[in-house]
């Protein structure tokens, strides 16, 4: 046990952060009173988070909780409002950029991995810290330094690789061994998961059970309760900015998280349903699907008041499917039924024509214009419709229909 049981049991807000004060029981981080406002949004409020060496810690809250916010101000990429506090084994720490952060130990895996795609494995790992020899990148000095890292972690490609040509997985990895290389204490890893298939995800508990028995402490950002369940030790939740409580592993079950991320017990607010629909009548019916690559002939009905799950491991042509069926990519075989017709979606457009909403797997990059308003958002389709047929969007029924969506 790293640190005293005797620390352990205190509030954590009487817990010592001085480890002179506390011998072993001091927390490898603490953070208190960390405030971030942006303009017009107050994002954190006086959060604290402590975090002992040989955990993982999980950090939960609805979307906009400030989980990231409070990751970024860590790893230096923010400035906390002034009053803020950090402690790293016990010694008080000034807030100084991304640098300093790193020089502390704190390294940060980010949901968009932040490799340049062009570069070698090694060079990734160094990125920034490139070593020199004779006024030149050594590359060989340091696909050496990186090959003992790489094995550590059980990565099944050379530090000679080129990044583009591995798998997200893989990529993952190497984010992975760059920490692991430089000696991080401290690894956050924000929604780490989502773009891994179940197998790749339980290669990445493994690592993540093996750093955190060499003694790293990991901070685990994740929406999901069954990875909590196998994963954290202790869990931090955030409410609105605000923090709420830190949970230890005894106290961990689900309605308890979930009554202190949402505010409310939840019992009762969804009505329920399950059993009682009615199925209708065949609305989409999808026929002999086909690329000609990924998806090989593919076929089903969706009824009206269903909802029909596409299970699969990532790469087997669950998006490529959806996307086939909404044209927005080429078929070489297959046809499409709605409501009975039969329809020749060849484009986004005629599939919105004819009823069919598609929400994409990479919103920011395939849903939304980032840069234009909620309303514009809203609107773009009818407004791109309208212009279309040579006429302008109504701007009363465009407010009417954004106040409706909201
Ligand atoms: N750069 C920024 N400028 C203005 N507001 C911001 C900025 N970054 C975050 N916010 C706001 O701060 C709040 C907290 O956002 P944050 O991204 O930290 O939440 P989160 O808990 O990470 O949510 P998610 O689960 O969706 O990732 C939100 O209201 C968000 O809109
Ligand atoms: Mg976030």
Known sequence: MPWSEASRTLPLSQRPLDAAAAGAGAPLLAL???????????????????????EVHALMGENGAGKSTLMKILSGAYTADPGAECH????????G????????????????????????????????????????????????ACEATLARLGADFTPATPVHTLSIAQRQLVEIARAV???TRIL????????????????????????????????????????????????????????????????????????????????GFYTKTHGETRRGEIMLSVRNMSDGRRVRPCSFDLRAGEVLGLAGLVGAGRTELARLVFGA???????????????????????????????????????LFLDQSVHENINLIVAARDALRGGRLNRASARQRTAQAI
Not at 32 to 54: D, E
Not at 204 to 226: C, K, V
């Open 97 to 144: 950029g991304p640098a300093a952060a790193r020089e502390h130990g704190i390294a940060v895996i980010y949901q968009e991995l932040s490799l340049a795609p062009n570069l070698s494995v090694a060079e990734n790992i160094y990125l920034g810290r490139h070593l020199h020899r004779r006024g030149m990148v050594d590359r060989a000095a340091m696909a050496s």
């Open 88 to 95: 790293i084994a016990g010694e008080p720490v000034a807030f």
């Open 32 to 54: 208190r009173n960390i405030s971030k406002t942006f303009p017009g949004v107050k994002a954190l409020s006086n959060v604290q988070l402590t975090v002992y060496a040989g």
């Open 329 to 367: 990519d080429a078929r070489t075989d297959g046809a499409v039924f709605v409501a009975g017709t039969p329809l020749a979606i060849a484009s986004p457009r005629q599939a919105i024509d004819a009823g069919i909403a598609y929400l994409t797997e990479d919103r920011k990059l395939q849903g």
């Open 188 to 267: 956050v890893m924000d929604e780490p998961t989502t773009p891994l298939s179940t197998r790749e995800t339980d290669r990445l508990f493994a690592l993540i059970r093996q750093l955190r028995a060499e003694g790293m402490a990991i901070i685990y950002i994740s929406h999901r309760m069954a990875e909590i369940d196998e994963l954290a030790d202790r869990v931090t939740v955030l409410r609105d900015g605000c923090f709420v409580g830190t949970l230890e592993r005894d106290d961990l079950t689900r309605a308890a998280l979930v009554k202190m991320m949402v505010g409310r017990d939840l019992s």
């Open 181 to 183: 290389h430089f000696e």
